[in-house]
Structures are given as C-alpha cells and as structure tokens.
C-alpha cells in the first residue's frame, strides 16, 4: 500500500489516459482530425506527467496538487492539435518594416518566382535534359550563365546556402590545410552560422590574425607558411566596429595573396547583384564590384539582398568553380528544381531590368519616401474610425533597418501607422498578441508602449488586411 495514498496523491494518478482523453475532444471538437487529436494528447500528456514529478520532487503541498488536478487538460489538447493541423510555414504579414527579417522567411520571393517553381515542378522538366540535342543538359547551366552575365565572372555555381556555398569552397580549396582570417572577421551569424565551426567541419586549420579591432597586411604576410592554402574575408554582416579601427581591403588582400601564389574567397553573406550604391546599399556588397577587385571566389546568399529563394551563390574563376562542382560534397548541397526555377526567374529580371519592379526586396528597399507617406495616409484614413476615447492613431517618421543579418548601420527612411491605446486591455503586448492571432497573423513592432506598422514592409494588398486585423484587435 501506498503510505502518502489520501494524504499526498500522486499527482500523475489525476491524468486521463490518451483514449480517455483523445474521445473527450474529439467530440467537444469533430472538426479536429483524429490523429491531430492523438498526437496532442501524447505530447500534452508527456509534458504533464514531467509537470507532475517536479510537484512531487519538489515537495509541492496537497493545494499544489488540487490546482494540477483540475488543469483543463482538453482545452490544452484541442489548442496543440488546432496547432498541428495549421500548414508550417504559413503566410503572415510583416509590419515590422525589417525587410530581411530571419524569422519571418528572410526575402519574400518575386509571384513570378514562385509561379516559375510551380511550373517546374507540378509537371515534368528539362532539368537535366537539352531540349536542342535532346542528349543530357546540365541543371545548373542556365542560372550560372546568367550569373556570369550579371557579374562579369568568369564562371558561377549555386548550391543550397551561403553557408554550403562557404563549406564547399574550403574543403575543396584548402582541405587539410591552412586557412589565413583576420580575427575582427570571425563572425556569428543569427542561426548558428559561425566561421570557424564551418572551417573546422571542412576539415581546414584556421589561421587567426590580427586582433579584434586591428588586422593589418603584414599580419596576413607573416601568417603565410608552406601549409597556407587560402586566404579568407568574410564580411562582418550582423556588427559595425567604430573606433580604433583597421582593417585589410579586398584589393590588399588579393595583393598579399598574388605575391604568394594564394586563391582569395570572400563570403559575402548579404551580397548583392545590381550596384545599389547610389541607393545607400554600401559598395562593398555589390559581388560583381568585388570580383573586379580581383577575388577568386566570392560566396553570398541568394535570400538576402538578391531577393530570390534560399541559395548560395558562387562566382569565380573557370578554375575554382570547376573544382567546386568536381567535388562530391556539390551533389549532397546541390538545389533543387523548384528553388533553381525561382532562382533563374529572379536573375532574369535582373538582366532585363524589370527586377526594381518585379522583385518585392527591391521594390520594397527602394521605394522612395512620398510613396511612403501616401500609403501611410491612406491606412490612416481606413482606420481612422478605429481612433476614439482611449486609442489614438497617427504616422510617425523613422528609420528600419535591412536586417537579416545585413548591412550593420545601414537603415532606410520610412512611415509608420502607430497605434496605442489605454489601460491593460490595449496593452501594446496586448494588441500585438490578438494581432498573431489574426489570420493571416500580424507582426507590427512596438515602442514605448505603442503598436507601429511600418509600410516599408507593407506590399500595397496588405493594406487592408492590417486594418481588418486591427479592427478585430481593438474590437
Ligand atoms: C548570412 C551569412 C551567411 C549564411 O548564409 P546562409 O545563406 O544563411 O547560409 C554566411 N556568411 C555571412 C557573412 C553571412 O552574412
């Protein structure tokens, strides 16, 4: 017999079993299919029984215990299973005038991107098929031709991220051996991108030089050894250092590195493939520009600042990328039909310059201030009957940054509707939860206690949407 039996119950024991359970919500909710239902009910479940050993292991007192007991456990369940049955990724609206935001998918793609992917991939391709000879094509020699193009690069690939893209450029250039990096470029990025973990898996010795603030030719010079296979700059893209501040230039870099006989890979992270320096987009991303400067190779994503699907792109010479695509590891990162589509449409657009208008990262990033305002307006004039005793609408002037891990210190000029109410119930936190509720969901940003949405974010269709979406959250 269990002697705490009346006295302190087992807390586990008040579970209901999954079936129990699973019929319990199945008829409070027919519309939840059953295998949503029982998947809820196990993870539900599980987590509980952990709930219940830390009362018991804690000590925890019987009115603890009572408070368990009654925890409305098919409310929970109905709610994880409506989660389960919702597709992942979803559509939402982004407010937050952060035009890469990572968590919010980074670079929407071009509707002509996507229409592309779709008729790539609901019916058959000529992927791997050349449609003049009818012998075997190659998948990638449309978007690297493009690329060539674009860039003024002898040849191009693409694989599956710029980290893939980094990965694959060291362990066919410099496998075991050594790797030259100033330590002021040993970056993280957001996700877990970190330099000398991606070094270390391609199977390189990284060679720090410099310090944090100060790397100086002669550095790179003295670091230089028998071993030395590579010479690497990678762009800080998520910090700026201000300060006591020196660093090698790409064209020094390359310098060093002919003097040596040594190959230079930039990684540019947030590159870009249309000189946007008149734009306020720093040349130093501009991947053609630094091609001219005589890189060998020059890596960079093609979901940041190319406003295309998630890619790493590659530019080099004839001779590297040959090695690149020569390599194994190119099958295991290589990119799919659907994402090559997407890709190949985006740089077309480029080509024949339409992409300002076609590719929504562009439009967004460089859609001027009045246009802005206008839009601004117009959301105000809609929502303006929302305005009464205790919430307050108007349009605020302010800076966004690119994000995603991009251009640090670089921000755009842009408008927001700012929204903020009285009291507990219209809480900014408050308002912005109802407003992640909302189908689709709302993302808006929040500053001293006040909802902004941001309209260099906003595409001219979600207008309406964030003013049906507010009036639901202010109802
Ligand atoms: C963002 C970034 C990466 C990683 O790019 P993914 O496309 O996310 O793999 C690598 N290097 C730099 C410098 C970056 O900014």
């Known amino acids: 017999m269990d002697q705490g039996d009346g006295v302190n119950p087992d807390p586990r024991r008040s579970l209901p079993s999954v079936d129990k359970l699973t019929r319990e919500v199945v008829r409070a909710c027919p519309r939840l299919p059953e295998w949503a239902v029982v998947a809820a009910c196990r993870s539900i479940l599980r987590n509980a029984r952990d709930e219940a050993e830390l009362l018991v292991s804690r000590g925890a007192d019987a009115n603890a215990f009572a408070k368990f007991a009654e925890t409305p456990w098919a409310v929970r369940v109905a709610a994880r299973a409506s989660e389960l049955v919702s597709p992942h990724p979803k559509r939402v609206i982004n407010a937050t005038g952060v035009i890469l935001h990572t968590n919010l998918g980074r670079a929407p793609i071009a509707a002509g991107a996507a229409q592309a992917a779709v008729d790539a991939s609901v019916g058959y391709s000529n992927l791997e098929l050349d449609l003049a000879t009818g012998r075997r094509g190659h998948r990638l020699s449309a978007v690297a031709e493009k690329l060539c193009v674009l860039s003024g690069a002898p040849a191009a690939t693409a694989v599956n991220n710029c980290a893939a893209a980094v990965l694959l450029t060291l362990d066919t250039l410099a496998r075991g051996r050594e790797v030259v990096v100033s330590r002021g470029e040993l970056v993280e990025i957001g996700g877990s991108f970190r330099v000398p973990a991606i070094m270390e898996r391609a199977g390189v010795k990284l060679v720090e030089v410099g310090t944090t603030n100060r790397t100086h030719p002669r550095d790179y010079a003295e670091a230089i050894g028998p071993d030395t296979a590579l010479l690497l700059k990678v762009h800080r893209s998520n910090f700026e250092q201000t300060g006591f501040v020196t660093d090698v230039e790409l064209a020094e870099l390359v310098e060093i590195g002919r003097e040596h006989g040594l190959p230079v890979l930039e990684d540019l992270g947030a590159g870009t493939l249309l000189d946007l320096g008149d734009r306020g987009v720093p040349r130093d991303v501009y991947a053609p520009g630094r091609i001219a400067l005589g890189a060998d190779v020059v890596c960079f994503s093609g979901d940041k600042l190319v406003g295309g ?167």
Request: hydrophobic share 45%; aromatic share 2%; charged share 30%.
């Open 309 to 475: 699907p998630q890619a790493g792109i590659i530019l080099g010479s004839e001779e590297k990328i040959a090695a690149i695509k020569r390599n194994p590891l190119a099958r295991a990162l290589r990119l799919d039909k659907m994402t090559l589509a997407a890709l190949d449409w985006t740089l077309g657009r480029m080509l024949d310059g339409s992409a300002q208008a076609d590719v929504p990262l562009l439009s967004m990033m460089l859609e001027g201030v009045p246009s802005l305002e206008a839009r601004a307006q117009q959301l105000r004039e809609r929502v303006a009957p929302l305005a009464r005793a205790g919430v307050r609408v108007g349009i605020e002037k302010g800076h966004v940054p690119i994000g995603g891990g991009s251009l640090p210190g670089v921000e755009f000029e842009s408008r927001a509707l700012v929204v903020s109410g009285e009291g507990p119930e219209w809480s900014a936190d408050e308002i912005m939860r109802r407003l992640r509720e909302n189908d689709p969901p709302v993302l808006a940003r929040v500053r001293d206690d006040a909802v902004c949405f941001d309209l260099r974010t906003l595409q001219a269709e979600d207008v309406e949407a964030v003013a049906c979406a507010l009036e639901n959250a202010l109802r």
